[in-house]
């Protein structure tokens, strides 16, 4: 009788392996989307253009401003020049 039992079981046994399993669908998920920038990075190399414009801005500022006081002298010169001149002549 057990051998009868070990031959049934082995005909289940074997008759289940016949069907084919159920296939596997495998979605992979979508790629992401690329990173987005918020606010721009620090950049060193626009400070110092920055700094170097802003420090040029400064030095023609400067210089202006000597131009300036330079031509009100020279004006201020002329004009005493003239009035000697015309002290010079009476």
């Given at each position: 009788m057990?051998k009868?039992?070990?031959?049934a079981?082995a005909?289940?046994?074997?008759a ?12 992979p998920?979508p790629?992401p ?21 802003d420090?040029?801005a400064d030095?023609?500022k400067?210089a202006?401003s000597?131009?300036?006081s330079?031509?009100?002298d020279a ?7 003239t009035?000697a001149?015309?002290?010079a002549?009476k």
């Amino acid at each position: 009788m057990n051998k009868f039992v070990f031959v049934a079981a082995a005909a289940i046994l074997l008759a289940a392996c016949d069907n084919k399993p159920t296939p596997v669908v495998v979605t992979p998920p979508p790629t992401p989307s690329p990173p987005v920038v918020v606010t721009p990075a620090p950049d060193a190399s626009a400070d110092a253009a920055k700094a170097a414009a802003d420090k040029a801005a400064d030095a023609a500022k400067d210089a202006s401003s000597s131009a300036k006081s330079s031509a009100m002298d020279a004006k201020d010169s002329a004009n005493k020049a003239t009035d000697a001149a015309k002290d010079a002549k009476k």
